[in-house]
Structures are given as C-alpha cells and as structure tokens.
C-alpha cells in the first residue's frame, strides 16, 4: 500500500445529489492533489494544497468543492454534477509540492446518473 | 503549458522479451520526468523518474532514457514477465511547478 487511502471507493450518484470524497495520507506530508482520470485522457490536476492552503485551482467547475482541514485529510465535496464528471478520482500526497515524487490513492470510481 | 505525448497506446509483448515506451514533450523549462504504473483497481505508483541533469538512469529491468534536445523520454524494460502487465504513464513537470502534466498511457500485455 502506497500510505493514502481513499473512501469510498465506489460511488453512484445522482445529478441532484450531494456526496463527499475523502483521502487521508499516513506518510507525513505537506502536500496533497486530486487528479481526475478519465478513459483514454491524461490525468487531469483539479486541486492542490500545501501545507492545507490551496495553491492551485485548475479551472475545475465549481459543483467540485475541495477542503483540506490538515495536512493528512483531503475532502472533495460534490454537488450537482453532469454524467460527463463520472471518472475515477485520485488523490494523491508528496513532501511538499513540486519537483517529489507524487504517492497516489487506489481511487474513487464515481459514477454519476 | 506543458504537452505530453505517449506511445504507443497499446503494447503486447512475450515473456522475456523487452518493451519500450516513448514521450515526447513541448516545454524546454520541464526538468523532472517520472514513470508511473498503474495496476487493476489501483492508483499509479511510481516505478523510476529522471531529472534532466542525466541522460539515463536504471533499477533492475526498468530503465529510462531522456534526450532534452529532442525533447523526448523512453522507458525500457527488460525480461518482460506477466506481473509487469499494466498501465503505464509518463510524466514530465517543471521545478517550482505544482503540475505533473501527464501521458494518456500505454497499456503493455505481457503474454506468457
């Protein structure tokens, strides 16, 4: 195991309604991500934090809703999301952002109605 | 911003033989370039990385190689057995950046 674990790690939901995902890191870390990985496209960075500050936002809609309360905890709140939004969310920690090795979550599969 | 191109898509080789991966990429500035591998149900986990500062690095059977004046990346493993089956991923980033921008993968079958 890679030290992030991922809950949960399967999700059906609907267009109307609102879930969370949650990562949690056990390495000590400073910096945490979430990707999205969708078939035959590259992983796409949605969010970063360091040291529980978000330092990037790559233009992800706003019904993905990130918080990081500490350094070891990674939530992603959903609300209102279109079927084309089903993909598997990763999350992922390092030491710090840039330039380190990047340790991923096994994923939520998330499947939108 | 950085673009990362992987091939081939697909990759089936036979036990014991060898299989290659190649990356290209757009930005002169990026200076870190890691592998992933990604298995059934799991997320990638990092298998080797080179910075820009070499030309090749080796662990074992898995070796990468990286032209910074073509701009291009490769991955080589050798001895190829079932258990390297997989998913796998380039990256490249530049330092001071918070992105690992990535490849679309190859998945690689190895045949017994």
């Known amino acids: 195991e890679t030290g992030v674990t991922q809950t949960p790690r399967h999700l059906v939901m609907g267009m109307t309604n609102k879930k969370s995902l949650k990562c949690e890191q056990h390495l000590g870390h400073n910096a945490m991500y979430w990707y999205k990985q969708s078939a035959k496209k590259p992983l796409e960075l949605m969010f970063v934090y360091n040291f529980k500050e978000q330092t990037e936002n790559n233009s992800v809609p706003s019904r993905f809703s990130p918080e990081c309360p500490n350094s070891s905890h990674l939530f992603l709140h959903l609300h209102t999301l279109q079927p084309e939004d089903s993909a598997l969310y990763l999350c992922?920690?390092?030491?710090?952002?840039?330039?380190?090795?990047?340790?991923f979550g096994p994923g939520t599969r998330l499947t939108v109605l | 911003g950085e673009n990362v191109e992987q091939h081939p898509s697909t990759l089936s080789v036979q036990e014991g033989d060898s299989a290659v991966i190649k990356c290209t990429y757009s930005?002169?500035?990026?200076?870190?370039f890691p592998w992933y591998k990604q298995e059934l149900g799991k997320g990638p986990q990092l298998i080797i990385d080179?910075?820009?500062?070499?030309g090749e690095k080796k662990d074992q059977r898995i070796a990468v190689t990286l032209n910074k004046t073509a701009k291009h990346f490769s991955l080589h493993i050798t001895e190829t057995q079932p258990e390297d089956s997989a998913v796998y991923f380039c990256a490249a980033s530049i330092a001071g950046a918070n992105n690992l921008f990535f490849g679309t993968g190859t998945r690689l079958t190895v045949i017994p």
């Open positions: 930005d002169s500035a990026s200076n870190y």
């Open positions: 080179i910075r820009s500062n070499v």
């Open positions: 992922a920690s390092s030491p710090r952002t840039s330039f380190y090795e990047q340790f």
